[in-house]
């Protein structure tokens, strides 16, 4: 049995608020990517006085914490637009 979509036209309102919406959430995750990628590898030499399990901090951040976060942020990215997409009827 297949899904039945209900398509309706988008309004050029709907789509405008559906673009800020989306441009609001990208720079966000823009500002997270920045500081996770850039303040902490600025910052390693200090984080560095700190160990978590005998690893240095700078080096556990850069090679295990970052690549956590951007695996959150890429599923967030998708969970939130398939809800912005809702909002404003663009869903697929």
Do not use: C
């Not at 700190?50 to 890429?74: D, E, Q, R």
């Amino acid at each position: 049995m297949t899904e039945e979509n209900n398509y309706r036209a988008v309004t050029q309102v709907d789509a405008d608020a559906h673009w800020k919406e989306n441009v609001g959430l990208v720079s966000w995750l823009l500002l997270v990517w920045f500081v996770v990628t850039w303040v902490v590898a600025l910052l390693a030499n200090q984080l560095n006085s700190f160990s978590i399990l005998g690893f240095p901090m700078g080096y556990t951040f850069g090679s295990l914490f970052a690549l956590l976060i951007y695996t959150v942020m890429i599923f967030y990215y998708a969970h939130r637009m398939e809800q912005i997409d809702a909002k404003y009827g663009m869903k697929e």
